[in-house]
């Protein structure tokens, strides 16, 4: 049987998903050379969202990551997640700053991008596709599944077909809410694979309902030879199914699957990842918590930072009717989620709303939205004050000159600056002031920096080091 390739995703959407992104650079720095070794195909490395959580919660520089982390990689295509318009955006940036965080991700050397648009809508797509190819991207464009009366087969065979035009460097088949079923798969895929053509198909999913891992080996049947994985703590529940057991199931089903390097790599992850979850209290996924619930397949409804088990959206999304038909994908489940938490809040449907909402329905989130509105819920959020002002509004397009004098000058870098808009000035400076971060200690490093730092810890009374035929003691006397 043919070969089975996989895209690592656990320095992004794996803690993304489960961590909120709160693994630290020195963390993912520890474990990046293993990583390489592995044999993944390419690995997910850097988003914009990462900029905004890093800078203000972190008190780190992502571009830290950025630099040293390329460096670690000799043998894996590194990808940005989100493309030109970025991941986890929720205002209008100016095009200008998007494409320079594109061409700085390409100065570090990442030249694949995987990206969306909220609605599946392609032809609408292609001119951001020939920007990011004219600053050396190459891009991977998602096509996102969704369970709701609209989303048949004759419309994933039309926007596969429409994402095929386009000629991407491949198309994902994205199940961002953990929604597929092994019987849904086997109807649904053999569509987007013909209608897709001959531009390959990977399959990107999420183990929300419990179903992710089978799904996976049903997509593999089906045809598709490209899976993303996570290596555990942060596979399965809210992110992707672990690459250990989805590759051992393969072989057992006689393909070739990600043999040899990821077994010693297996440990390697386990340990960093375990060690981190422990000092930062964070959760360790694991597959039993997470089983098929027939209640949350049909209304399921996730994104964005710290995801939700999918029921637990898919019942907010249903007190915010009006707007059921979009794709719950970020920045929409972020939209639906808030407007949904106001109604109940407030005790009426839409009596107050979003300025989110308000540019929702007047179709600058999507042109398809105000078309598939409740027309009655789009009445009443535009029949207010608020959306007469927005009807007026046109997104601003500043040049970068104009950007940078508004931030700082021409004396800041570009990384700098891009800091500066995405996370804020005060945040910037704030992160100065923080200083450099504690660096992450590994076996690798020299014994005496190792000692020098375990001696220093105040939660534990003695240490023992064990490797090969060296040991060492350490105590704490009275």
Known sequence: MSEVHFIDTTLRDGQQSLWALGMRTGTMLAVAEAMDRAGFESLEFFCST????????????????????????????????GGMHGSGTFVKLPPAVMKLFVERAVAYGITLTRTSTSWNDFPGFEKELQELRAVGMETIVN???????????????????????????????????????????????????????????EFHGHCNNGLGPLCYLEAVKLGIQTLHTAVPPLANGSS???????????????????????????????????????????????????????????????????????????RSRSRARGIRLSIMVTPLTQFVGSQAAINVIVGERYKEVTDQVIQYALGLWGKEAPDLMDPDVKDK?????????????????????????????????????????????????????????????????????????????????????????FSLTLGKTK
């Open 240 to 314: 992707q199914p672990s690459i250990f057991n989805i590759a051992r199931n393969l072989r057992a089903l006689g393909y070739k699957a990600g043999r040899g390097a990821f077994h010693r790599r297996r440990e390697t992850g386990r340990v960093s990842y375990r060690k981190t979850a422990r000092v930062r209290s964070v959760p360790l996924s694991a597959p039993g918590a997470w089983r098929y619930d027939f209640q949350s397949a049909p209304s399921a409804s996730r994104g964005g930072n710290g995801r939700q088990a999918a029921g637990d959206l898919g």
């Open 143 to 201: 096509l996102i599944y969704s369970v709701s009366p609209r989303h048949t087969d004759q419309y994933y065979a039309e926007r596969a077909r429409q994402a095929a035009a386009i000629r991407p460097y491949r198309i994902c088949f994205k199940d961002v809410g953990g929604l597929l079923t092994p019987e849904r798969a086997r109807t649904l895929i053999p569509v987007i694979l013909e209608n897709a053509g001959d531009v390959p198909v």
């Open 50 to 81: 990462m900029i905004k959580k890093y800078v203000r919660e972190q008190k780190q520089n992502p571009w830290e990551w950025v630099r040293e982390g390329t460096k670690c990689f000799r043998r894996t295509r590194l990808r940005l997640h």
């Open 381 to 469: 959020i535009l029949s207010r004050s608020r959306a007469k002002e927005w009807e007026r509004w046109a997104p601003s397009d500043p040049s970068l000159e104009e950007v940078r004098s508004r931030f700082g000058g021409p004396s800041i870098s570009d990384d700098e600056l891009l800091l500066r808009v995405y996370a804020g000035e005060e945040a910037v400076k704030a992160l100065c002031a923080a200083g450099a971060p504690k660096e992450f200690l590994n076996g690798r490093q020299p014994l005496f920096r190792l000692i020098e730092a375990l001696s220093q810890k105040k939660d534990c009374s003695q240490i023992y080091i064990h490797r090969n035929d």
